[in-house]
């Protein structure tokens, strides 16, 4: 459960906003549209590889 403290006197606009930013940062939002639609086992796997072969390449770059 997220809880947004309101001081006396504070905008409700930014506590919405302070609301909103944690909200985001859960990824309830993000999982909820990666649920949406079934992945093949085998497109995960690729993909999976294919991020590995990106982080290696950026690694690589680094040294």
């Known amino acids: 459960m997220i809880v947004v403290p309101v001081?006396?006197?504070?905008?409700?606009?930014r506590a919405l906003k302070k609301f909103k930013r944690k909200?985001?940062?859960?990824?309830?939002?993000?999982?909820?549209?990666?649920r949406q639609q079934?992945?093949?086992p085998s497109v995960l796997k690729r993909l999976a590889k294919e991020h590995a072969v990106y982080v290696q390449q950026l690694r690589r770059v680094e040294d």
Do not use: M, P
């Open 7 to 13: 001081k006396e006197g504070e905008n409700i606009e």
């Open 38 to 40: 079934f992945d093949k």
């Open 23 to 34: 909200f985001e940062k859960t990824g309830v939002v993000k999982e909820l549209r990666r």
